[in-house]
């Protein structure tokens, strides 16, 4: 999910990478050596215990959320009714609840629905954390137990959870007796942790699992259980006919401007400048998204960028030199914000800034078209292809003749004719229904027409150090089948490459219809990569 | 010490919230309970050795299954080695083979007996008609408890069939107790199945104002024979009855009661009030039960708007306006017509490219503020038509709530809503 979440999340990974030899061989021999699992690997990893201002601290912006949760799951050994922990992606969801569970140093089974994809692998996972159980070579890496059905699982669960809760009650005695409380778990209480239970309303089956899920406290009816679930989306997105009972709701805020600013500033060595940066950034890029894992990634290119002027990092920036800096970077800004969801390699951004840089009207273009060039390969036929298909989508049918025909190539002209008030509705309610509906669907029939017009009269523009085959294929007789096909064949890997889609097939003619999903800006980026006039083949209304 | 004493009074009082037999046990005395109707109905059918079903109706948490624990504990003290309970979950064993497998299980585990897990459905039918034949030549009742008994009525309802023919004889001795949240669930069976099914039905209704004030003592009061100190109790119980006749808090249970008033709710909001308690005093104050409302009653759709990005809540805007101005269907594209021509007439400083504009948008689904209107699955999302998730009250609300929130959005919604 977010960065910051990352080293924590992964606390099945790094249980096991403790085994983990390069050697092979060696590994196996020393898997058999592993100590068996006891109770004490149920608390959180194997490193000290986190004070409460520790825990405050490491969490930047969660301080309210965190004594929430401290005070909803209470002193050691005290029953909780189930919690729902819910907000928007990237508030510290997870990591808070791992944390604070650190903090108390609790037993806790966490399992997340994301890696869990199924029902099956989810009841898998609970179970063989409850049972201690490790997945290695000596068992095959299978499962503790098999259970395919809710009541198996119930009934699994219920065995495990009674049996760990009597093995904390044990030591629990053993170590009051004998005073030896430290490094041991604390409290009998064990608490599972449902992530990501947003997920299960899509999976199948799921009218079953989300209530079993909620009801589980119920259902088991064992006092020392506590249900922790965390989910992105609120309690009143999921459904069910007859209702659950809800638990107790947690919501955790987007992150403000100020906890951004702290989180950002953890961990940095040159605070002083990142700070300024951070007062002259984060307000613009906060009205796009607050979302931490998006600003992190749009944040840093630019930090870069403000950095270059410096010769020494570590100079605490006086007025003047802030001044400066703000002046340098101030360009830069507008376009980051409009790439700032954008996944592209790093160059092409650069680029587009130079570019918007030259043009001297940054934020007056709306949308980035400037990058000229496309960034994939492709060969020539497949961009006619391309080309044809995008036609075919935002063409109407009946107008090919006109725009294709050598003969009717001027009939287009002819029937500008002056917009009356009706005409000019009908216009709009047209444009309207292009809006809703969206690249209009064809037939391969149509798409190899429009690809042949398209290739007929263009041949003779082709450069002539293109070989032979391509202008065969391009131009020549396409009554021959290996040609043919070839042409096929780049059909059907523009539909693998999603460029086309496969549509419903047509009820009067029963062949299958192709759709084009290629954006204007793209198609007229390829024609330009062509030297192909795509504007004079498109039919505006 | 006083920290150590309130910790103690804590975890009482937070056992007791997480224990829905504590809970229902103050509605047990009275004469005209349903505890008591249904001990009676019960106790009749094991003393007088006759079959009997009956239907618990009621709305979630309003203690059907606490009510039958109770019950059913009761009368395992009173009648030993005449009653098994055998407990099915609709949820769980809504497939007849499954069902009919955890029957037997259960049976043998009441009666000692080995449990082949190989046993086809058939067997397991068969074993169950046999045990039943069994238990009462015996004079024991096997009682069968069937959670969520409306899930039982889909499909083919052939366990609930074979379960009540098994009934029809004279030789077999069972309770068949149906618990469902849903009133009408005795129309869902089968022609077949309902003639053989008693119309007994005992309703749970939401508890009265009264009976919510008793419920608050015998859960808030603390035991003066316990191990706490008793200064301390009698303390805290005073303080207590203090909160509970004071005006305010009144109020604030009435505000509670008007949204929700079964039992569950009540003690949601009891056991997040209990976790306010201030260690230090070691009392619970007014202020946990204030803090408690808010945290009960949240409405997700305000905060979401609450958290929205400048941009997200434009988007929002163009999409009520374009419904106000009765657009039958919008999508994306016609989101995006509105926001420029907003930017043209208006000229604000929040213009962004289309691609961001995508990705907030995409947002706004994610955070389920806006839905698409349509199944279309091969579609984009920019041309799939959307709606919005939220009244035009909810999102002015929203707008109002934000604190950056510009004043230019709030000014075309208002006078876009004006215009109507």
Redesign the interface.
Same mark, same amino acid.
Request: charged residues 30%; hydrophobic residues 25%.
């Given at each position: 999910m977010s960065t910051e979440e990352s080293p924590h999340v992964t606390r099945r990974t790094t249980r096991l990478s403790s085994s983990y030899t390069p050697n092979a061989i060696e590994s196996a021999a020393k898997s058999i050596n592993l100590p068996s699992l006891t109770l004490r690997d149920l608390v959180f990893g194997k490193e000290e215990t986190l004070t409460l201002e520790g825990l405050i601290s490491s969490l930047p912006g969660r301080r309210n959320q965190i004594l929430?949760i401290l005070?909803?799951l209470?002193?050691v050994?005290?029953?909780?009714?189930p919690l729902f922990v !819910?907000g928007?992606?990237s508030t510290g969801k997870t990591s808070t609840i791992l944390q604070v569970f650190r903090h108390l140093n609790r037993p806790f089974v966490y399992s997340s629905c994301r890696t869990c994809y199924s029902a099956r692998q989810l009841f898998d996972n609970i179970l063989n954390q409850l049972l201690l159980h490790r997945k290695s070579e000596i068992n095959d890496y299978s499962s503790a137990k098999k259970c395919e059905?809710?009541?198996d699982f119930?009934n699994l669960l219920k065995e495990a959870l009674v049996g760990v809760v009597d093995g904390l009650k044990g030591n629990m005695g053993k170590s009051s007796r004998s005073k030896k409380s430290e490094g041991c778990v604390n409290g009998s209480m064990v608490y599972l942790i449902f992530d990501s239970l947003e997920l299960v309303r899509v999976w199948d089956k799921s009218a079953?699992i989300l209530?079993?899920l909620f009801?589980l406290h119920?259902?088991l009816k064992v006092?020392d259980l506590g249900l922790i679930f965390i989910s992105?989306?609120?309690?009143?997105?999921y459904h069910w006919d007859?209702?659950?009972?809800?638990p107790?709701?947690? !919501?955790f805020?987007?992150y403000t401007e100020e906890g951004l600013k702290q989180i950002f500033m953890r961990n940095q060595s040159n605070s002083k400048l990142l700070s300024t940066f951070l007062d002259v950034v984060l307000k613009p890029f906060?009205?796009?998204?607050?979302?931490l894992d998006?600003l992190s990634t749009a944040l840093s290119p630019l930090f870069k960028k403000y950095c270059e002027p410096l010769d020494d990092l570590d100079d605490i920036p006086d007025e003047e030199t802030r001044r400066q800096l703000f002046t340098c970077l101030q360009p830069h800004i507008g376009p980051a914000?409009?790439e700032?969801?954008?996944v592209t390699s790093e160059p092409s951004v650069e680029a587009g800034i130079k570019n918007n840089l030259k043009r001297k009207n940054p934020?007056k273009k709306?949308?980035?078209d400037s990058i000229d060039d496309i960034d994939f390969h492709m060969s020539t036929s497949a961009k006619y292809l391309l080309i044809s298909a995008f036609l075919a989508s935002r063409n109407p049918a009946t107008l090919d003749a006109s725009f294709f025909d050598s003969t009717g190539g001027s009939a287009n002209q002819k029937k500008k004719r002056k917009a009356s008030e009706k005409s000019r509705d009908l216009k709009e309610a047209s444009e309207?229904e292009q809006?809703?509906?969206?690249?209009g669907t064809f037939p391969l029939e149509r798409l190899l027409a429009i690809f042949q017009c398209l290739t007929s009269s263009e041949e003779y523009s082709l450069e002539e150090d293109e070989d032979s085959q391509e202008k065969m294929s391009l131009g020549g007789d396409f009554g021959e089948n290996s040609l043919m096909s070839d042409i096929l064949l780049q059909v059907s890997s523009l539909c693998s490459a999603n460029f086309l889609?496969k549509?419903g097939s047509c009820p009067l003619e029963g062949s299958t219809r192709y759709?084009s999903?290629v954006s204007e800006d793209l198609a007229l980026k390829v024609a330009r990569s062509l030297k192909f006039p795509l504007s004079k083949y498109l039919y505006r209304r | 010490m006083v920290q150590r004493t309130a910790?103690e009074a &804590?975890?009482l009082i937070?056992?007791r &919230?997480?224990?829905?037999d504590y809970i229902f046990s103050v509605f047990s005395d009275s004469p005209d309970s349903n505890y008591s109707k249904l001990k009676f109905i019960v106790s009749s059918s094991v003393t007088e050795a006759c079959n009997n079903s009956i239907l618990l109706l009621g709305p979630?948490?309003c203690g059907k299954?606490a009510v039958l624990d109770l019950v059913l504990e009761d009368l395992l003290k009173e009648y030993p080695d005449m009653i098994s309970v055998i407990k099915l979950?609709g &949820? &769980?064993?809504? +497939?007849d083979n499954?069902a009919l497998?955890?029957i037997a299980r259960q049976l043998c585990i009441e009666h000692e007996l080995m449990f082949s897990k190989m046993a086809s459905s058939d067997d397991n039918s068969q074993f169950m008609i046999a045990m039943l034949r069994e238990c009462g030549l015996a004079h024991k009742t096997v009682v069968f408890v069937l959670d969520?008994f409306?899930l039982f009525a889909q499909g083919k309802q052939r366990l609930l069939y074979s379960l009540l023919d098994a009934m029809q004889s004279v030789s077999s001795q069972a309770v068949v107790i149906g618990v469902?949240?849903?009133l009408d669930a005795d129309q869902l069976l089968e022609k077949r199945v309902r003639s053989r099914f008693s119309h007994r039905k005992l309703l749970f209704l939401p508890p009265q104002k009264d009976d919510l004030h008793r419920l608050l003592k015998h859960i808030l009061l603390l035991p003066v024979d316990s191990s706490l100190p008793h200064d301390y109790v009698t303390d805290f119980n005073s303080r207590i009855s203090n909160i509970l006749a004071d005006r305010r808090f009144i109020e604030i249970t009435d505000k509670l009661i008007d949204s929700d008033s079964t039992v569950?709710?009540f003690?949601?909001f009891l056991?997040?009030a209990v976790?306010?308690i201030d260690f230090k005093s070691g009392y619970m104050t007014l202020e946990n039960f204030k803090s408690a409302l808010s945290?009960?009653q949240?409405q997700?759709?305000l905060?979401?708007l609450? +958290?929205c990005?400048?941009?997200e809540l434009y988007i929002m805007v163009c999409m009520k306006r374009l419904e106000v101005k009765e657009q039958a269907?919008?999508?994306f594209?016609?989101v995006m017509?509105e926001y420029?021509s907003i930017h043209d007439s208006f000229q604000t400083s +929040?213009?962004?490219?289309?691609?961001?504009c995508?990705?907030?948008f995409e947002?706004l689904l +994610?955070?389920?503020l806006i839905e698409f209107a349509d199944r279309g699955h091969?579609?984009?999302i920019?041309?799939r038509?959307v709606k919005l998730l939220i009244s035009p009250a909810e999102l002015h609300q929203g707008l109002k709530s934000n604190r950056?929130c510009p004043v230019i959005l709030q000014k075309l919604l208002e006078t876009n809503c004006a215009t109507i």
């Open positions: 929430e005070r909803l209470g002193p050994n005290s029953p909780v009714s !819910y928007g992606v059905k809710q009541a119930i079953t209530p079993l009801k119920d259902i006092p992105s989306s609120s309690l009143d997105t007859t209702g659950f009972v809800d107790i709701p947690v !919501y805020p987007d906060c009205r796009v998204t607050r979302r998006e914000l409009n700032i969801f954008r934020l709306f949308g980035n309207q809006f809703m509906k969206g690249p889609t549509g759709r999903t | 910790e &804590l975890v937070r056992k &919230l997480c224990d829905p979630r948490g299954i979950n &949820l &769980l064993h809504c +497939d499954c497998k955890e969520e409306d469902s949240c849903r569950s709710n003690v949601r056991f997040s976790s306010c945290t009960i949240r997700p759709k905060d979401c609450k +958290d990005s400048i941009l269907s919008y999508n594209n016609s017509k420029k +929040d213009i962004y490219s289309r691609n961001v995508l990705r907030a947002h +994610d955070r389920q091969n579609q984009f920019e041309f038509s950056s």
